[in-house]
């Protein structure tokens, strides 16, 4: 798939995309585990447990005989509330990404946000962490939407900003941000700053792999 000769519009995935808030995702949910009397994880491990939502991060830092449904509800409610009070300890925007905003605003092209970021985190972190700029929408995890990699929300900004979903570019770290932007039909775009490696996003149907964001400036 050849990128759009003019984007209309730029969807980014949040976590590992725009903002590095690895730390602060492992250090809430290691004290959570801690507190319950479960092992903890290194920091690396969570590169591979984030990415499709809460829940399911909760769910995979668990050992397996505790993995039931009342036990992931409860942890899963302890989560919600430490990174409710620590979420932005560390997360800062990836070297490069406010530039890259700055070209794709000067160009007038649309930006949005769509995360498995539960919707009230990923509205917060935007207007906490992303002040300067004006998403057109920004979208986490909501109760009507499955989650990535179902590609509903993706469409469904397409939908609201009335722009053709072939004229997108989406943007993501993760093979699930892959799956979701070509499953949408939107050029899809990983980059290779994030949690993930370059091989996954290439399995996963990257039609682009860019290596620091000014490059996205080049494909809209």
């Not at 406010?98 to 207007?127: H, I, W």
């Not at 699930?176 to 993930?196: E, H, I, L, N, P």
Request: hydrophobic residues 40%; negative net charge.
């Amino acid at each position: 798939m050849s990128p759009p000769t003019t984007a209309a519009a730029v969807i980014f995935d949040l976590d590992g995309t725009l903002l590095d808030t690895l730390a602060d995702l492992a250090n809430c949910m290691n004290a959570v585990l801690a507190a319950g009397g479960y092992p903890t994880h290194p920091e690396t491990a969570y590169r591979y447990f984030v990415g499709e939502g809460m829940e399911t991060l909760v769910r995979r830092t668990l050992p397996p005989s505790c993995r039931g449904d009342e036990e992931v509800a409860a942890r899963h409610a302890d989560m919600r509330t430490e990174y409710g009070r620590r979420w932005s300890e560390t997360s800062r925007p990836y070297a490069g990404v406010p530039e890259m905003l700055d070209g794709l605003t000067e160009r007038q092209v649309p930006l949005a946000v769509l995360s498995n970021k539960p919707e009230d985190f990923t509205c917060l972190t935007v207007q906490t962490l992303l002040p300067a700029w004006n998403f057109a929408e920004v979208r986490g995890m909501r109760p009507d939407t499955p989650a990535k990699p179902d590609p509903a929300g993706a469409i469904a900004i397409a939908e609201s900003l009335k722009i053709d979903a072939a004229q997108t570019v989406y943007v993501g770290d993760t093979a699930t941000d892959m799956k979701t932007g070509t499953s949408a039909g939107m050029y899809t775009v990983g980059v290779t700053w994030g949690f993930r490696e370059r091989d996954e996003l290439v399995a996963h149907g990257a039609h682009r792999i860019i290596d620091a964001p000014d490059q996205l400036i080049d494909l809209v």
